[in-house]
């Protein structure tokens, strides 16, 4: 069964260091969206991708990078962690853009915790 | 800026009784309207989507969309605690993304 991953699942870093968090989706979905989850904010998105070489800044970005060197990985890095950016963090994917597509297929989710 | 705007609960309802949720939104362009439930610790899932202003049913839910009013529900009939969870709406418009709303928090007592 196709499927979308994450990992780590859990992570525990320090203020300043890099951190990755990696996204793996056997869809073959073209668009791969990160999230945030916040309590009192749902989800908001951070980067996303419309296909290989393709990424795009969403409403909460700074701090944060995507690359997309394939259909099936779009990692999110951390350039220096932060305190605030201490949350859940979510891939997804869908395939297509037309209003009448683009169900959002999400990962199991990964838990953040800047110290 | 593109908002969605839910009351977000808790929600209390008895076991078997409806438990209606409530969405609005600011883009009137918006076309497509999606109900994700989320169970604590996991990941959104797709419950329904609607297109067209009117009722779409599915089993016990039922999503009501009011694009004059820029208002979409979600009818839960015959709650059962299993249904408790976190309901996010999201809109989308033709080639652009979701924007989720903050969700709310719905509790079936048994």
């Known amino acids: 069964d196709a499927e979308i991953t994450q990992s780590p699942r859990h992570k525990i870093t320090e203020t300043g260091r890099q951190v990755t968090l990696a996204c793996h989706q056997t869809?073959?979905?073209?668009?791969m969206f990160w999230y945030r989850q916040d309590l009192g904010h749902g989800l908001r998105l951070i980067h996303y991708?419309?296909?290989?070489?393709?990424?795009n800044k969403g409403e909460v970005s700074d701090g944060y990078s995507v690359s997309r060197s394939n259909t099936e990985d779009l990692p999110l890095t951390l350039e220096s962690a932060a305190s605030s950016q201490t949350s859940v963090y979510f891939c997804?994917?869908?395939?297509?853009?037309?209003?009448?597509?683009?169900?959002?297929?999400f990962g199991e989710g990964s838990r953040l915790t800047v110290l | 800026q593109k908002e969605v705007e839910q009351n977000s609960g808790p929600l209390s309802v008895p076991e078997g009784a409806i438990a209606s949720l409530n969405c609005t939104y600011s883009?009137?362009?918006?076309?497509?309207f999606f109900w994700y439930r989320q169970y604590s610790g996991k990941s959104p899932e797709l419950i329904m989507f609607?297109?067209?202003?009117g009722d779409k049913e599915d089993g016990r839910f039922t999503a009501q969309l009011n694009k004059a009013s820029q208002y979409v529900s979600l009818l839960i009939r015959d709650s059962q605690p299993s249904d408790s969870a976190t309901y996010l709406c999201?809109?989308?418009?033709?080639?652009?993304?979701?924007?989720f709303g903050p969700g709310t928090r719905l509790s079936v007592l048994p």
């Open positions: 883009d009137r362009g918006s076309q497509s």
């Open positions: 991708s419309y296909g290989v070489q393709d990424t």
């Open positions: 997804a994917s869908s395939e297509g853009l037309g209003a009448n597509t683009g169900e959002l297929f």
């Open positions: 609607i297109y067209s202003n």
């Open positions: 999201a809109v989308k418009n033709y080639g652009q993304n979701f924007v």
């Open positions: 869809w073959n979905h073209n668009n």
